[in-house]
C-alpha cells in the first residue's frame, strides 16, 4: 500500500495540517462565508522538452470554504494520461519529466493527486489585501500510470490583490518543496504569477495571469505560461469561466484549454 506522507516531507506536512483544520475551525466562526463546490474540464499537449507530445485531461471536483479573511479547499481529480511515460501529472495539471526507457504512447487514467489548499489575509485595507497561503498535494495517484511523481508537495505562498475600479491587480509568490519519487531527485523551486482583470459589466469580467517556475530538474526549462480567461454569472451563485493557455517554456504545455463552473450557497 502506498504511504500517504512520504518520509521526507511528512514532518512538514503534519503540522500544515494542523494549521489548516485550525483555519477550518476560526472560518466557521466568521459570519459573513460562503460554501461552493467547482467542476472543470481541462486538456493540455506538449512535448516538454521530449521527442513526443504528452496530452493530459483533467477533471477536478473542488469544495471550498470561504470567509472574510480565510478559505480552505479540498480538489480531488480524475486524470487522464496520453504518452510514454517520459512526463507525468505533476498536480494541478503541471507536467514533470521522468526518467522512462518506454518508446510507445500509451494512454492511463484515475484518481489524480488530491490537493488541500488553504489561505488566510494578513492585511488589508480600502482596494487591496495580502494574504498567506499553503498547499499540500498528495501523491494518491498512480505513478506507475504515469498520474502523478506518486509523492507529497507542499508549497507556501505570499497572495496580493489591488482592485481599482473596474480592474484588479493579483500576482503570487512562493516556494514548492517537491517529494522525490525513486531515482529522481527534484529541486525544490521558487514560483511565481502576476495578473489583471476587467469587469465588463455586473456579471462578466476578463482577465490574463502570467505564471513562471524554476525547472526542478538541472539542464531543462521552468515553467512560463499565460492564462487568457473569461469569466460571467449565468445565475446569482452560478459562475462560469472559459479559459486558453499558452506554455513559452519546455517546462509548461504547448497550448491548453479549460473551463470551470462554480456553485455556490
Known sequence: MKKFFCYRNHLVCAPILAALCGVLLMARAATAAETSVSLGAEYTSGDYGTSSDTNMWYFPVTLRYEADRYMLALTAPYVVV????NVVAGGGMG?????TTIQTSRTESGLG???LAASHVIAQDAGWRLGLGGLIKFGTADEQDNLSTGEDDVAVQLEAEKTLV????????GYKILGDPPGIDYDNVFYG????????????????????QEAPLPGVDGKSELT????????PKTRLTGYLIAGFADGSPDWGVGVTLKLSR
Open 82 to 85: 496520453e504518452g510514454t511515460g
Open 95 to 99: 507536467g514533470m519529466l521522468r526518467t
Open 113 to 115: 493527486d488530491i490537493e
Open 166 to 173: 473596474d480592474n484588479a491587480l493579483f500576482g503570487t509568490a
Open 193 to 212: 504569477s502576476v495578473g489583471v482583470s476587467h469587469r465588463l459589466d455586473a456579471t462578466r469580467s476578463v482577465g490574463a495571469e502570467l505564471y513562471a
Open 228 to 235: 487568457l480567461f473569461l469569466s460571467g454569472k449565468p445565475e
